[in-house]
């Protein structure tokens, strides 16, 4: 029903909001049993890659479209890693307004770059990192009154919250831990804002560790420092400067959770695992959280039985080159069934 009908009571909508509804949201929390009993645990994921644009952030960019269209707003801006713009390009499409897309260039998973172009977004590649892209970006709001529709705009994070609401309302509570990957770290604080919630309405007793994940080479919360220049595969954590850097900090504090970073090489096995032992497949970023679990769990440090969620922000089909420059080519044979009983080879 989209997430400004079902949770519409817990959030900023009015009689005078537009009601955007690209049904987002309501997506399957599916139990990993067989990764889970490896790991000792009780696994979920969350298959935010079953939104209408590919990932999770469709969630808020329905509340950032509808309330700048409330206060009058006529274009849409954004800078992007890929799945902002996808996003923003979609619900823009949707309302018939336009959007312009600030990527860094180069740096997109090519399904993205694809969604924001048939999307009808104006596309401009930057000739920076995703952190200038977001300045210029804020500079061309200012100069034109675009809406801005990166996670600076409010709007994503209070609607993004609807995740925790739908975890909670699927397992009874909330789980002993959160697993999400962090790059702008948006979305954990929305996550835990989004639990802390629910608590206090008396809607779920527990409350998660919150447990952060980043790429190695983009790891700015792992390390205390800012990443001048962050280089993952994992592109849509390739974020040296979080925006959201100190409500992540704290929601790891008060909830007695970490941050902790995984190499790339890492990451991409355990897209192989969730792919081949699931049949889930997410993409790079959104397997940075189960890297980490393997990762804690060698070092002794995943408690036996914890219930887990993990978020799988978005889907594998947004970067098939990095995913086929993993596995093994088609085995090519001629058309007879020889050349097949001999590729079988039972
Ligand atoms: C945006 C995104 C992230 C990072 O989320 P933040 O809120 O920026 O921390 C992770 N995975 C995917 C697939 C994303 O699109």
């Keep these: ?98 959007c312009y897309v600030l990527l860094p260039s180069g740096k997109v998973a090519m399904g993205k770059l694809a969604q924001s172009l048939m999307y009808g977004a104006k596309v401009i590649a930057v000739d920076g990192n995703f952190d200038r892209t977001l300045e210029m970006a804020r500079e061309a709001s200012a100069k034109y009154g675009f809406a801005i529709v990166n996670s600076i705009n409010p709007y994503r994070l209070i609607s993004q919250r609807t995740g925790a609401w739908e975890i909670c309302e699927s397992l009874g509570d909330a789980p002993d831990m959160h ?46 420092k800012e990443c001048p220049n962050p280089e993952t595969v994992a592109t849509a954590i390739r974020i040296g400067n979080p925006v959201s850097a100190n409500l992540a900090r704290e929601a790891a504090r008060e909830s007695g959770g970490e941050f902790n970073s995984v190499t790339d090489a890492e990451i991409l096995d355990a897209q192989r695992v969730l792919a081949s032992k699931c049949g889930i497949f997410a993409e790079p970023a959104s397997c940075a959280p189960l890297a980490g679990l393997i990762k804690l769990k060698r070092s002794g440090r995943l408690p036996e039985g914890s219930k887990v969620v993990m978020v799988l922000t978005g889907n594998g089909l947004k970067d098939p080159d990095t995913a086929l420059s993993q596995v093994e080519k088609p085995v090519s044979i001629g058309g007879t069934m020889e050349d097949l009983i001999e590729a079988i080879r039972l």
């Design 1 to 98: 029903m989209g997430v400004l009908k079902r949770y519409g009571e817990y959030l900023p909508v009015t009689e005078k909001t537009p009601a955007v509804n690209l049904e987002e949201g309501s997506t399957p929390l599916v139990r990993l049993g067989r990764i889970g009993s490896d790991l000792g645990i009780e696994l979920w994921g969350k298959l935010e890659g079953c939104n209408p644009t590919g990932s999770f952030k469709d969630r808020g960019m329905v509340l950032a479209v509808a309330k700048a269209l409330e206060d009058g707003a006529k274009a849409f801006v954004c800078a992007s890693t890929g799945n902002t713009s996808a996003s923003a390009a979609a619900y823009a499409a949707r309302v018939g307004a336009p």
């Design 179 to 224: 697993a999400i990957p962090v790059g702008n770290a948006g979305n954990i604080s929305a996550y835990w804002a989004g639990y802390r919630e629910f608590h206090k309405r008396g809607r779920s007793k527990k409350l998660p560790r919150m447990m952060g994940f980043q790429a190695e080479g983009a790891s700015p919360l792992v390390t205390g």
